[in-house]
């Protein structure tokens, strides 16, 4: 991804170009599955790292936008010390299985898309070898989201109900996949979808462009073409605060939505859900619950998410590139 990844891959591509053999096609044809096999394992890395840096405060996150009281800082470090003292340290993990289960599939579906989204992007726009410009690179990062949310929404959905329900309700993934269809049906795995839809549109759109246009005004500002891991994590972390913020309402109805089954609501439509949290709770103590905590979380984890792929995709191609591997 980024800078790194296309500069890369454009210079490696430039030593093929001449017309001399029947192998060029499919020398080019392995060096893109090599590119295609390299986003996907960096992708699953990149989202393992960032989750489960993340999950004590994910699970906290959940848990108020599911119900409880407007959350402040200093009620989820309680609520996170609470659950500690209670159910043991591993028990800040829980659902975390389950959350890896959807992660690093979703991870890596998410960022090998958005470098082929890009390299189309590109083709079309006359932009090969270059940085897209901001519209298209927005229109990259949210058809990556969107890719990737459709291929595993169901297992979302099945986080999130294991991260608000007590340990005997549920005793493993499959666990949940059986009683949801049995006592709610199969429509049930699919509930939220369209918020979740529609929030990873600006979400994943403007956490890809924050990242990608920060890290190239930095190229051009500062003259090295990559920047340090520490800036990375900060371009990340920036690029998740702007998405997350953008899209935190329809997060919000999307729990609310997958989690009514066993809290004792229905929400039957987004708009409907949206006005039942309004007039229960207010505008912006139900829309923005659990924001602050995001504010904390987000960051954090998308900026890791970012890094470690840029990281990992550069590792594996100077390994890839090295004497020793070459044919």
């Known amino acids: 991804m980024g800078n790194g990844v296309r500069e890369g891959a454009v210079a490696f591509k430039g030593q093929d170009v001449e017309p001399v053999p029947s192998t060029h096609l499919p020398a080019e044809g392995i060096q893109e599955k090599k590119k295609v096999l390299n986003s996907l394992m960096s992708g699953a890395l990149a989202g393992a790292v960032a989750k489960t840096a993340v999950a004590p405060l994910d699970r906290t996150k959940i848990m108020f936008q599911g119900e409880g009281p407007w959350l402040l800082l200093l009620e989820a470090y309680r609520l996170i010390y609470h659950t500690y003292l209670n159910e043991g340290f591993w028990s800040l993990w829980r659902g975390n299985s389950a959350t890896m289960v959807r992660v690093i599939p979703?991870?890596?579906?998410?960022?090998?898309?958005?470098?082929?989204?890009?390299?189309?992007?590109?083709?079309?726009?006359?932009?090969?070898?270059?940085?897209?410009?901001?519209?298209?690179?927005?229109?990259?990062?949210?058809?990556?989201?969107?890719?990737?949310?459709?291929?595993?929404?169901?297992?979302?959905?099945?986080?999130a109900r294991m991260a608000v329900t007590p340990k005997e309700m549920y005793s493993n993934i499959v666990h949940v996949f059986i009683r949801i269809s049995r006592e709610e049906g199969l429509k049930t795995l699919y509930r939220g979808f369209t918020p979740t839809i529609l929030g990873v549109i600006p979400y994943a759109g403007l956490s890809f462009f924050t990242y990608e246009t920060l890290k190239k005004l930095h190229a051009d500002h500062s003259g090295r073409a990559q920047p340090s891991p520490a800036e990375r994590?900060?371009?990340?972390?920036?690029?998740?605060?702007?998405?997350?913020?953008?899209?935190?309402?329809?997060?919000?109805?999307?729990?609310?939505?997958?989690?009514?089954?066993?809290?004792?609501?229905?929400?039957?439509?987004?708009?409907?859900?949206?006005?039942?949290i309004v007039r229960e709770e207010g505008l912006v103590r139900?829309?923005?619950?659990?924001?602050?905590?995001?504010?904390?979380?987000?960051?954090?984890?998308?900026?890791?998410?970012?890094?470690?792929?840029?990281?990992?995709?550069?590792?594996?191609?100077?390994l890839q590139h090295s004497p020793g591997l070459q044919r």
């Open 233 to 276: 994590l900060l371009f990340g972390a920036c690029a998740g605060l702007i998405g997350q913020s953008a899209s935190y309402p329809l997060d919000v109805v999307r729990r609310r939505m997958q989690t009514a089954g066993v809290l004792g609501h229905t929400y039957s439509s987004i708009l409907l859900t949206m006005q039942e």
């Open 106 to 159: 979703y991870a890596a579906i998410q960022f090998c898309a958005h470098e082929e989204y890009k390299q189309l992007l590109g083709s079309y726009y006359g932009f090969q070898g270059k940085a897209l410009t901001p519209f298209p690179r927005f229109i990259a990062g949210s058809l990556a989201g969107t890719t990737a949310a459709i291929l595993t929404y169901p297992l979302d959905m099945v986080r």
């Open 286 to 318: 139900g829309l923005y619950k659990g924001l602050s905590m995001n504010w904390v979380k987000g960051p954090i984890a998308v900026g890791i998410s970012f890094t470690t792929f840029d990281l990992t995709q550069i590792l594996l191609r100077k």
